[in-house]
T-cell receptor, first 117, second 108 residues
Framework: GAGVSQSPSNKVTEKGKDVELRCDPISGHTALYWYRQSLGQGLEFLIYFQGNSAPDKSGLPSDRFSAERTGGSVSTLTIQRTQQEDSAVYLC???????????????FGPGTRLTVT | EDQVTQSPEALRLQEGESSSLNCSYTVSGLRGLFWYRQDPGKGPEFLFTLYSAGEEKEKERLKATLTKKESFLHITAPKPEDSATYLCAVPSGSRLTFGEGTQLTVNP
């Protein structure tokens, strides 16, 4: 079946501009995650959505970052007033709902490479 | 705070030369450990989930094992197509905490 898709695959923007990154999760997956991967660094958690529950935003690095998930499916990550340090690969993942007794594996999309000039 | 440390950072093998990658973790209560493979320019690809010490999982030339302090990814008779970065991760609440990965290169 179809995996997680993300768009655009690459985005080059000027410092100070806003950008929107899109994620389409696997059908039937109610949990959706955003991570950031900077050059030479590990994956950094940004935000988590689960169904209609309030999202876990604890990983967002500043108030310039926000995300929404519409209709329990597609998600958009927005970065306002981009800075050079925002340059990274932004990865989206989805999974079945977390349940007590064991987490489910997360399936990742191909990522969006963001370059801020 | 949960922590995951992977070693070595990079590993070069000759085709057919078996070896192991290490993932050490410190967590408040282990609820599982995940292994992923990441190719350049792509997102991580799920390989295995291990839930309890003593558990083992196998897939082709890869075998993952888990103890109370660490996990190993054993690669038997690797091929050049096994070249990738291998990541391990533990669940921390709703997120995964990842190690920084081992970059494996298998030369023909």
């Amino acid at each position: 079946g179809a995996g997680v898709s993300q768009s655009p695959s690459n985005k080059v923007t000027e410092k100070g501009k806003d950008v929107e990154l899109r994620c389409d999760p696997i059908s039937g997956h109610t949990a959706l995650y955003w991570y950031r991967q900077s050059l030479g660094q590990g994956l950094e958690f940004l935000i988590y959505f689960q169904g209609n529950s309030a999202p876990d935003k604890s990983g967002l690095p500043s108030d310039r970052f926000s995300a929404e998930r519409t209709g329990g499916s597609v998600s958009t990550l927005t970065i306002q007033r981009t800075q050079q340090e925002d340059s990274a690969v932004y990865l989206c993942a989805s999974s079945l709902a977390l349940i007590a007794g064991g987490p489910y594996e997360q399936y990742f999309g191909p990522g969006t490479r963001l370059t801020v000039t | 705070e949960d922590q995951v440390t992977q070693s070595p950072e990079a590993l070069r093998l000759q085709e057919g030369e078996s070896s192991s990658l290490n993932c050490s973790y410190t967590v408040s209560g282990l609820r599982g450990l995940f292994w992923y493979r990441q190719d350049p320019g792509k997102g991580p690809e799920f390989l295995f989930t291990l839930y309890s010490a003593g558990e083992e999982k196998e897939k082709e030339r890869l075998k993952a094992t888990l103890t109370k302090k660490e996990s190993f990814l054993h690669i038997t008779a690797p091929k050049p197509e096994d070249s990738a970065t291998y990541l391990c991760a533990v669940p921390s609440g709703s997120r995964l905490t990842f190690g920084e990965g081992t970059q494996l290169t298998v030369n023909p």
